[in-house]
């Protein structure tokens, strides 16, 4: 049952981001005006009006704010968190098997490239269609399946005995990886009070350090370690036991995620207010101790946003449900293309793009020239010299000329600097969550991208092993700083019923940049050498700045 306010004279010339209240569901011949449309519960009617501030009477925003902050937000963190956590190990993960493989896959810089690569060309496939059919059919499954079909995926690529079938599991991992990311931010975020969720999602973020630092710890735990089988058919080595180890996260995540809710702003778009009340009455419940009907709510306000969900649900109630999904699919995506969320959707795409070609462009790539720069040290020692310097001799007159003896050996020096560059993200990743409310995204943005990009510059002119690896951590710290308020930025600027489609396709322009970036890398690291580091220099400060286009959601409430 739907009660209606009076209706008040619509405003002229509106503009469609204007948060206005709807029309009641039973007014389907009455024009859109500015008042509110209250859903009512199974509760008892109450006695008070929403004009004299009734305090059982709220919108989204109110209501979750009533459910106070506490025990469940944290477990919420944690579980969420950990889905960042999984998805990043998985992605990083290659940039510490690569030395290790290039014997059993035989492997070059080139090929080297794609295998990078290859992951982000999965998460380019599935990133749109993860992210459209959460904006249909719900958040939490699309985790959940997305968690246990990439579980698999890594378990086969482990058993690959072949570069080509190494190479599709990865693709198979990247395509369910796509449903973690456009998915999980929206999810995370949809439970969050303004107040609050600039300062959580930079806590969440956070998570890809940690993810960053178990992978370089168990990698140089796992795979110097002579472990394994080796026959002359099948071969299980220490770095596939590695992929195994990386493989469980994603196992755990998908049985957490089983016991949490689905997000009460989703439900509120496709009309089901019922449930979403005893969301927010558990919530409330696990924060408070309290009794879940001493929640103070009893009747939602929904807001023009939601009129359309309902309307369409009511359009579509005798249409399939696939077509109902394809059909949301499909218009979600249109709606990105049309003024004004066009100027959102073309700014979000360029800064994943610019942004993701550095991250996962040199981020990728430093445990590898690591390595190059230990065999330059050993062989070469009290020598200085450059990067370019170091991967010629090694391409050239080392272990990675043609004809050369391959050796998966690699030095104990390669794993604690790799775990350094990681580590350093730790304090900027702290800062972030302190600051992000009190200083803005943009802020965060522009400072990362400036910093970064200046650092990238800066590893053409380093000279020795010690300013290689100041450099690069220096680089992974002010990074992933921005990584936060990106993340921040792009699920806060799309309205919730776009929410994820939104996010999935900005994300399938961040793995666009990843593919690019270590496909460049590849290609100019041994036969231009200056040109990577410049490229992705130019493309982060000036990617960076377009976030000042943007409007500023720091502590405003999602729409």
Not at 100 to 122: E, R, V
Not at 194 to 205: D, P
Not at 455 to 475: D, E
Not at 476 to 498: K, M, Q
Request: with cysteine; charged share 15%.
């Amino acid at each position: 049952m739907v009660e209606s306010e009076p209706p008040i004279k619509p405003k002229e010339n509106c503009d469609v981001n204007e948060r206005r209240p709807l029309n009641g569901c039973g007014s389907r011949d009455l024009e859109l005006t500015n008042h509110q449309t209250v859903v009512k519960t199974d509760q008892p009617k109450a006695p008070t009006d929403v004009e004299k501030g009734s305090s059982d009477k709220a919108d989204f925003e109110r209501a979750i704010e009533l459910t106070e902050y506490g025990k469940f937000h944290y477990l919420l963190l944690a579980i969420c968190g950990f889905v960042s956590t999984s998805e990043e190990m998985d992605v990083i993960s290659m940039s510490f098997i690569l030395p290790s493989a290039q014997c059993d896959l035989d492997l070059n810089t080139q090929s080297k490239g794609w295998l990078n690569s290859i992951i982000f060309i999965g998460m380019m496939a599935g990133a749109y269609t993860w992210g459209s059919v959460a904006d249909s059919i719900g958040r939490k499954k699309v985790l959940i399946a997305s968690s246990f079909m990439n579980a698999l995926c890594i378990v086969a690529s482990s058993f690959s005995q072949s570069y080509a079938w190494f190479m599709l599991f990865r693709f198979l991992n990247g395509a369910a990886l796509g449903g973690s990311g456009p998915v999980i931010w929206p999810y995370f975020a949809e439970f969050q009070p303004k107040s609050k969720r600039g300062s959580m999602l930079s806590f969440m973020a956070a998570f890809w350090t940690l993810g960053n630092l178990f992978v370089a710890g168990l990698a140089w735990l796992i795979i110097p370690a002579e472990i394994g089988v080796s026959t002359p058919y099948f071969v299980y080595n220490s770095w596939r036991i590695f992929l195994i180890v990386m493989a469980l996260p994603s196992f755990v995540v998908a049985i957490l995620l089983c016991f949490l809710p689905e997000s009460p702003k989703f439900l509120l778009t496709t009309g089901k207010t019922d449930e979403a009340m005893a969301i927010f009455k558990h919530i409330y419940h696990v924060n408070t101790g309290n009794d879940a009907e001493e929640y103070p709510v009893k009747h939602l306000i929904l807001e023009e946003e939601y009129q359309k969900a309902l309307d369409d649900e009511s359009m579509q109630v005798k249409r399939g449900k696939i077509m109902k999904m394809l059909s949301n699919i499909v218009d979600n995506s249109r709606q990105l293309f049309v003024s004004p969320i066009l100027k959102f959707t073309v700014i979000s795409i360029t800064i994943n793009f610019t942004f993701h070609i550095g991250y996962y462009g040199l981020m990728m790539w430093f445990p590898e020239l690591f390595n190059r720069f230990d065999e330059y040290t050993r062989l070469r020692p009290n020598e200085t010299t450059s990067v370019c310097e170091v991967t010629h001799f090694v391409v050239n007159s080392g272990s990675q000329q043609h004809g050369a003896v391959c050796n998966e050996n690699i030095s104990q020096s390669v794993f604690m600097e790799s775990l350094i560059t990681v580590a350093a993200a730790l304090p900027s990743n702290l800062f972030a969550v302190l600051g992000m409310d009190r200083l803005g995204r943009k802020f965060f943005l522009v400072f990362s991208t400036l910093a970064s990009g200046g650092c990238a510059a800066s590893m053409y002119f380093v000279r020795n092993k010690t300013q290689n690896l100041a450099i690069s951590a220096t680089f992974s710290s002010v990074i992933s700083c921005g990584n936060a308020a990106l993340d921040c930025l792009i699920t806060e600027i799309f309205p919730t019923n776009l929410r994820a489609t939104g996010i999935a396709i900005s994300m399938v322009a961040a793995r666009l940049g990843g593919i690019i970036g270590n496909i460049v890398i590849a290609t100019l690291l041994d036969t231009y050498c200056p040109a990577p580091t410049f490229i992705v220099a130019a493309l982060l400060i000036c990617g960076g700045l377009l976030c000042l286009f943007l409007p500023n959601t720091t502590r405003e409430p999602l729409h």
